[in-house]
T-cell receptor, first 111, second 113 residues
């Protein structure tokens, strides 16, 4: 079945350093979404990418969708303590309405 | 507008019992998906309902079931609870399709003892 793999599982950075998490799918995705879950909270939608090669930015966050629509990345520039949480990618194959989540990357930021 | 509401927030059950969790989606949303979240397994997809019909199902045993009502509210039921069912159960609502922007509820924390 369709799988969405996400790496790394954990990332610990010093405040001000950059952070990147990667998402790979075994099948072509119709779109990719990114969510953030703060400790003790629930996942909150960040963004959706639909087009091949698409790049979107939200302040210090940059999201990319691969040309083959099988991979994606989230890059945070100059991390802050407010960036702490687990970042999930989620996507589904083009042939159905299914959606699967990656395992998430847990980011901790040392002040 | 009101967000996704899940009840109850916390539950403690004994092995062998059954449990029913409830989810009220955002008004106007017709797709409701359920996920199990555990520290080691991340977010695992249980099933998705749309217009009172199960549209997709994950790889969970038949002890896990759900339904959706005409007002889009959804329930999930777990019968014959096992210790391994202890998890955070999250409900997410979407306007029409599960693979679009999803709004999550706060979740129900189930502990099986």
């Amino acid at each position: 079945g369709q799988q969405v793999m996400q790496i790394p599982q954990y990332q610990h950075v010093q405040e001000g350093e950059d952070f990147t998490t990667y998402c790979n799918s075994s099948t072509t995705l119709s779109n990719i979404q990114w969510y953030k879950q703060r400790p003790g909270g629930h996942p909150v939608f960040l963004i959706q990418l639909v087009k091949s090669g698409e790049v979107k930015k939200q302040k210090r966050l940059t999201f990319q969708f691969g040309e083959a629509k099988k991979n994606s990345s989230l890059h945070i520039t100059a991390t802050q303590t407010t960036d702490v949480g687990t970042y999930f990618c989620a996507g589904g194959p083009e042939y159905n309405n299914d959606m699967r989540f990656g395992a998430g990357t847990r980011l901790t930021v040392k002040p | 507008k009101a967000g996704v509401t899940q009840t109850p927030r916390y539950l403690i059950k004994t092995r062998g019992q059954q449990v029913t969790l409830s989810c009220s989606p955002i008004s106007g949303h017709r797709s409701v998906s359920w996920y199990q979240q555990t520290p080691g397994q991340g977010l695992q997809f249980l099933f998705e309902y749309f217009s009172e019909t199960q549209r997709n199902k994950g790889n969970f045993p038949g002890r896990f079931s759900g339904r959706q009502f005409s007002n889009s509210r959804s329930e999930m039921n777990v019968s014959t609870l096992e210790l391994g069912d202890s998890a955070l159960y999250l409900c997410a609502s979407s306007f029409k399709y599960a693979n679009t922007e999803a709004f999550f509820g706060q979740g129900t924390r189930l502990t099986v003892v």
